[in-house]
């Protein structure tokens, strides 16, 4: 903390170093013309098919065996008890669709 400056004092400095950013900023994009984005044609994917289990299951077999600690289901997990979970997994699969 910068020594004889009141939290207030700090507070303020802090609070005028980033509106100053800002305004340097705006100041900066004024001079641009208004941009117009290219417009794209992208195809709308109106229906999907439904997967089958040994779809799903092809597609959880392919995956690598790594987890995160904040996976609520950790692939070597799914994969080891995938015969019996494939069923309600193709399930959510099909429903998130």
Do not use: Y
Not at 9 to 23: M, P, R, S, T, V
């Amino acid at each position: 903390m910068p020594e004889g400056e009141s939290d207030t004092e700090i507070a303020e400095n802090f609070a005028n170093h980033f509106l100053d950013k800002i305004n340097k900023i705006r100041d900066a994009l004024a001079s641009f013309e208004q941009f117009t984005p290219d417009h794209k044609e992208v195809p709308c994917i109106g229906m999907f098919e439904e997967l089958t289990q040994d779809e799903v299951k092809k597609i959880i077999n392919h995956l690598q065996t790594k987890s995160c600690e904040l996976d609520a289901l950790p692939t070597g997990v799914l994969k080891s008890f995938l015969n019996e979970l494939l069923p309600f997994v193709t399930k959510l699969v099909n429903l998130s669709l």
